[in-house]
């Protein structure tokens, strides 16, 4: 027997939501989002599942590579542009898009004098203050871009999409800059998609909502029509019936308020479960709404299972996903699914179920 915990990827609910994100923006084209490893699914494993798509997003030059030799054909951007100008010919060769959002980067282009055209989306600071030109900067930029023959998408990102009047004034002034340009346009993260239809532009490009979890607090990723791709489970270990007053974990954090019947679960911090998920987090035993008591130790956590009087070693444990909403988990342990899903540990077996 090995350590039971693993991840189960749903490759069916991927394309799932990748079907609802095109219902949702059906004038676009989708860039799917899948750096820091696919949202923690495995990149090449979910590019495969998703080559419908019309390109992929992602961070480094060599995973780009990866991406471009395993036989996608369509878009690849970089979604932080290269780091170095000697990457531009690595991007030329494998026909790779890449952001510009820093004056550098154009005086790299421009110095590069490559016979092709580069793929490059200039980023425009619409108010996020991160990455990409000042308005007042973006014309000059345009400019230099287009004579070093560049093909130009325009992009910015929204911080707030997930707010009612999340995008207004960032909209506003995009929308301000570009108006005449008859160039491409990317804007929509997934929270823009699933709430500004008038925001979609050519190119829309969701993240999270492919893996099945919610970009907004106040809506479920079900309401949405998302289906969730990874589910993170494992199984009781061990067992035991304590008394009132008995400690459970490190710091003995919690105190059992009566007699209680307890269970370990194969499942700790180093596996990317959240350390500071409090006493009380929603957990699954035997398909049953349970919590997990005092603290997440490296590699096992306390469940109360006072109430699941069938639970016994071997009992099957979700941790999130297929039943309990990853979303859920992250709201109680004070954070957001983007960081649960991606912190899966790499010593966490993954399978993927077709
Ligand atoms: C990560 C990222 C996205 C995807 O965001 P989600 O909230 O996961 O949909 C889109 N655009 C940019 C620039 C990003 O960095």
Redesign the pocket.
């Given at each position: 027997m090995t350590r039971p915990i693993r991840a189960t990827v749903d490759l069916t609910a991927l394309r799932h939501n990748l079907g609802v994100a095109r219902s949702y923006a059906p004038h676009s084209r989708i860039m799917a989002?899948i750096?820091a490893n696919g949202?923690g699914h495995g990149m090449l494993q979910v590019a495969k599942a998703l080559a419908s798509a019309d390109g992929f997003?992602i961070l480094n030059l060599a995973e780009a590579i990866a991406l471009r030799e395993s036989g996608f054909s369509k878009d690849i951007l970089l979604?932080e542009g290269f780091f170095s100008a000697d990457e531009i010919p690595l991007l030329v060769q494998h026909e790779l898009s890449t952001?510009i959002h820093a004056p550098w980067q154009i005086d790299a282009v421009l110095q590069a004098r490559s016979s092709t055209p580069i793929q490059a989306w200039l980023?425009i600071n619409s108010g996020m203050n991160r990455?990409g030109f000042q308005p007042d900067e973006f014309p000059a930029a345009l400019q230099k871009l287009q004579q070093a023959g560049a093909k130009v998408t325009l992009?910015t990102?929204f911080a707030c999409?997930d707010e009612s009047n999340g995008i207004t004034e960032q909209l506003a002034l995009f929308n301000a800059l570009v108006h005449d340009l008859q160039l491409p346009r990317s804007l929509?993260?997934?929270?823009a998609?699933l709430s500004f239809p008038d925001a979609l532009g050519d190119w829309a490009?969701?993240?999270?909502?492919?893996y099945g979890a919610s970009?907004m607090n106040h809506k479920s990723a079900s309401e949405f029509g998302l289906k969730p791709v990874m589910t993170l489970s494992s199984e009781i270990i061990a067992t035991r019936d304590i008394h009132a007053g008995a400690k459970v974990g490190y710091g003995g954090s919690f105190c059992a308020p009566g007699t209680m019947r307890i269970g370990t679960v194969a499942c700790g911090y180093a596996d990317g479960y959240p350390r500071h998920a409090p006493s009380g987090t929603p957990v699954l035993v035997e398909g049953q709404h349970s919590r997990i008591i005092g603290r997440v130790s490296m590699d096992m956590l306390t469940v109360d299972l006072t109430r699941i009087p069938e639970a016994r070693i071997g009992s099957p444990v979700t941790l999130w996903g297929e039943g309990l909403p990853v979303d859920v988990v992250a709201a109680a342990a004070g954070t957001i699914s983007?960081e649960l899903l991606c912190a899966i540990a790499a010593r966490v077996p993954m399978s993927e179920v077709a």
């Open positions: 989002v750096k949202y997003a979604l952001v980023k990455l992009m990102h999409a929509s993260n997934s929270a998609l490009r969701p993240g999270i909502m492919l970009p983007y």
